[in-house]
């Protein structure tokens, strides 16, 4: 089934993406307080873009309860990601944008560009199955690259010490957070082990294959990291 994007207000279409994009990283219930911290607006106007997303058949949503994509939502939602996610390539691979530069940038273009625009993005860049910071980029029949998803992977907090892992997907929210990765070698595919931390540490040791010295990070930064170790790669 063809999903004409363009049939959504932006405000509906950064709506649905927000909340696939919530789900995605987080199995905790989607409420319209975190739907508003997302999107960044007040509650009350969460709370109607709600209440209208399920009059058009969009989203399921009890008072006071969670917030789910309906089938129909869902199709919507993975078609606006992978708009994002390809413009998002197409900038650091064409253009030469930095990874920490893209996603804003791309905010504003994935409800500018035609389907046909993003299908021929998808074609010049060879069909690629992830984005510059990991995330997998859906088919345009809406289905997923194996291996890579959240639920296939952890984050750095979790990962035992001293265990061999390779960064998957990198949480693209703060840019100066990624510029930072960059510069000491924190990037999608690199080979990195969390040296051993005191029992109430919270800024763990991050070595990474090929240089010298550990890199100390803390928490947020840690959680931003999603690695499958090889075990994982072997299964």
């Excluded at 927000?18 to 409420?31: C, G, I, R």
């Excluded at 109607?48 to 129909?72: C, N, Q, S």
């Excluded at 708009?83 to 900038?91: I, M, N, P, Q, Y």
Aim: net charge negative; aromatic share 6%.
């Amino acid at each position: 089934m063809h999903i004409d994007v363009s049939a959504l207000s932006q405000a509906n279409q950064d709506y649905v993406k927000a909340l696939f994009t919530l789900s995605e990283w987080n199995e905790k219930p989607v409420t319209a307080k975190v739907l508003a911290d997302q999107v960044g607006v007040r509650l009350s106007s969460a709370s109607d873009a709600v209440r209208r997303l399920a009059g058009l058949g969009l989203v399921d949503h009890t008072p006071y309860g969670a917030i789910t994509l309906t089938e129909k939502g869902l199709s919507y939602a993975l078609a606006m990601v992978r708009r994002h996610r390809l413009l998002e390539s197409f900038l650091v691979e064409v253009l030469d944008y930095r990874w920490d530069q893209v996603h804003e940038e791309a905010e504003h273009l994935e409800h500018a560009v035609s389907d046909f625009m993003v299908d021929q993005i998808d074609k010049y860049l060879g069909y690629p199955t992830r984005d510059p910071h990991g995330d997998p980029i859906p088919t345009k029949d809406g289905h997923f690259p194996q291996g890579i998803s959240a639920t296939d992977l952890c984050v750095l907090t979790e990962l035992p010490p001293n265990t061999p892992a390779v960064i998957e997907r990198i949480n693209d929210a703060d840019p100066e957070l990624l510029q930072y990765f960059h510069s000491t070698g924190i990037v999608v595919g690199a080979t990195v082990e969390v040296a051993t931390a005191g029992p109430f540490a919270e800024a763990k040791q991050l070595r990474v294959q090929g240089t010298q010295e550990p890199i100390l990070l803390g928490h947020t930064a840690l959680q931003s990291v999603w690695v499958k170790t090889h075990k994982q790669h072997l299964n």
